[in-house]
Nanobody, 124 residues
Framework: QVQPVESGGGLVRTGGSLRLSCAAS????????MGWFRQAPRKEREFVAG????????YYADSVKGRFTISRDNAKNTNYLQMNSLKPEDTAVYYC?????????????????WGQGTQVTVSS
């Protein structure tokens, strides 16, 4: 079964940091653009960051620019989301997904394989 598997979520105070990991299970994602999304309670799923297969191009939502960094290690079939200067509004379930190679990179509908998500909670 092809599925990204997220890890690294948790509870952190405002201003703290977390690093999320997304490992591929059952398939290699090294040739695909990968993305991170998040969904807070009663809100729609929103784009956070994306990275091309080579890692040379990255994309960020305006709300996380300068605080979050996406990276990948294709040898490990894993990508990462380093989150610094966390704020309470960053609280959400974070999902990793594979871009289906069509559609806008910041649209959830353009991604075909999704992980189960990892909870990030930032306390004030």
């Amino acid at each position: 079964q092809v599925q990204p598997v997220e890890s690294g979520g948790g509870l952190v105070r405002t201003g703290g940091s977390l690093r999320l990991s997304c490992a591929a299970s059952g398939h290699t994602f090294s040739h695909y653009t990968m993305g991170w999304f998040r969904q807070a309670p009663r809100k729609e799923r929103e784009f956070v960051a994306g990275i091309t297969w080579s890692g040379t191009t990255t994309y960020y939502a305006d709300s996380v620019k300068g605080r979050f960094t996406i990276s990948r290690d294709n040898a490990k079939n894993t990508n990462y989301l380093q989150m610094n200067s966390l704020k309470p509004e960053d609280t959400a379930v974070y999902y990793c997904a594979r871009w289906a190679q069509t559609g806008n990179y910041d649209s959830p509908s353009a991604y075909d394989y999704w992980g189960q998500g990892t909870q990030v909670t930032v306390s004030s």
